[in-house]
């Protein structure tokens, strides 16, 4: 009995590791991120803005700018605006991007060109294959500022006009 299963183990690693092995070469990444409300209409980051939980953003890899899509996942937010999409496979020879999707805020909803997308690197051909890769920050505009705005800005010492 104990000879058996130590057989089954064995026999299962051995034919495991290739998989395991060809998961390793092609390549296992994490795309991590958040969404954010831009609570001051701003379009940048400032101590105002909100994360936004529930919202959707879609991974996409193109072999060209506007070509087939090769490679695309979604994912929902979670409670601190973060996302977590993991992706198989090396997709040095395609360009990978992270967009917002859905807002589940009505008061903010509106995509901006400056926070609407991310291009991530999801390739280990560098040798130096770190498996979370960090997107940058996407997010939603308010309709409408919230009070304190002028006062965050002066403080980042930008002018600020409703
Ligand atoms: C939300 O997702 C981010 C990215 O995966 C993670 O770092 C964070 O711990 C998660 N937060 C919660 C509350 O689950």
């Known amino acids: ?10 026999l299962m690693a051995i034919c ?11 390549g296992k990444f994490n795309v991590v991120g ?25 991974l ?4 060209e700018k506007d070509e087939v899509v090769a490679f695309s996942r979604e994912a929902v937010t979670n409670a601190t605006g973060g996302y977590n999409i993991p992706v198989e496979g090396d997709h040095a020879e395609e360009i990978c991007e992270v967009r917002v999707d859905k807002s589940p805020r009505a ?7 400056a926070w609407e997308k991310a291009q991530v690197e999801l390739s280990g051909q560098d040798g130096l294959a770190e498996p979370t890769r960090i ?10 500022a919230v009070p304190g705005c002028a006062q965050v800005l002066k403080e980042m010492g930008f002018p600020f006009t409703e």
């Open 1 to 10: 009995m104990a000879n058996a299963s130590l057989m089954t183990v064995a």
């Open 16 to 26: 495991l590791s290739p998989l395991i092995s060809f998961a390793l070469a092609a």
């Open 34 to 58: 958040k969404v954010y409300c831009d609570t001051c209409r701003v379009e940048f980051e400032t101590k105002l803005s909100e994360p936004i939980p529930g919202a959707s953003v879609k």
């Open 60 to 63: 996409e890899c193109r072999k």
């Open 107 to 113: 008061d903010c909803n509106e995509k901006m060109e």
């Open 135 to 144: 997107a940058n920050n996407l997010g939603f505009r308010k309709k409408e």
